[in-house]
């Protein structure tokens, strides 16, 4: 079957590094996404990961590893505006996202 | 602004009663989506549609019905709403069906009784 495993809430303090890890058993494999959705707003795109590796957008990063079913995504420099949840999806073979639940992150001063 | 509407925003209604969500892009993206969004799950597609004309069901397709007339517009519609049906919806669309960076309306809360 397919399926998306998230921590479903993790506590950092501004300032520090936070990972967020995502295993995923899906149908075929097109590529890991992360996004982020701020309480009572939509999604937004965060990152994208087809090949194994670090993929690095300023403080954000993602990482992501085929053979282990493996991806994190790693936040530097935690600002409170980063409290948020953040979702791991996988595109599978029918080029079709399955969602993970979410990890909701909380930011303490 | 370019981007991606819904509407209502919020709509309280009735078991057994009709409801259509609108939703209406400017991006000229080709695929659209209907999720709906529950407390402590993924996001589930409801359906999708990959071009204008064509539309194909996702994992929680039952007791919804869409259409896709042109580029811009993809409404959803709940032929009579039943309680279980009460979430959050999100539309989405993207430039291609295989492209998975989404941008998503601003959602649509539905309550029914």
């Known amino acids: 079957g397919q399926n998306i495993d998230q921590p479903t809430e993790m506590t950092a303090t501004e300032g520090a590094i936070v990972q967020i890890n995502c295993t995923y058993q899906t149908s075929g494999f097109n590529g890991l996404f992360w996004y982020q959705q701020h309480a009572g707003e939509a999604p937004t795109f965060l990152s994208y990961?087809?090949l194994d590796g670090l993929e690095e957008k300023g403080r954000f990063s993602s990482f992501l590893s085929r053979s282990k079913g493996y991806s994190y995504l790693l936040l530097k420099e935690l600002q409170m505006k980063d409290s948020a949840s953040y979702l791991c999806?996988?595109?599978?073979?029918?080029?079709?996202?399955?969602w993970g639940a979410g990890t909701k992150l909380i930011i303490k001063p | 602004i370019a981007g991606i509407t819904q509407a209502p925003t919020s709509q309280i209604l009735a078991a057994g009663r009709r409801m259509t969500l609108r939703c209406t892009q400017d991006?000229?993206?080709?695929?659209m989506y209907w999720y709906r969004q529950d407390l402590g799950l993924g996001l589930r597609l409801i359906h999708y549609?990959?071009?204008?004309?064509?539309?194909g069901k996702g994992e929680v397709p039952d007791g919804y019905s869409v259409s896709r007339a042109n580029t811009d517009d993809f409404p959803l519609t709940l032929a009579s709403a039943v309680p279980s049906q009460t979430s959050v919806y999100f539309c989405a669309s993207s430039l291609h069906l295989e492209t998975g960076e989404l941008f998503f309306g601003e959602g649509s809360r539905l309550t029914v009784l």
């Open positions: 999806a996988t595109m599978d073979s029918n080029y079709q996202l399955i």
């Open positions: 990961n087809v």
């Open positions: 549609s990959n071009t204008a004309g064509t539309t």
């Open positions: 991006m000229r993206h080709n695929a």
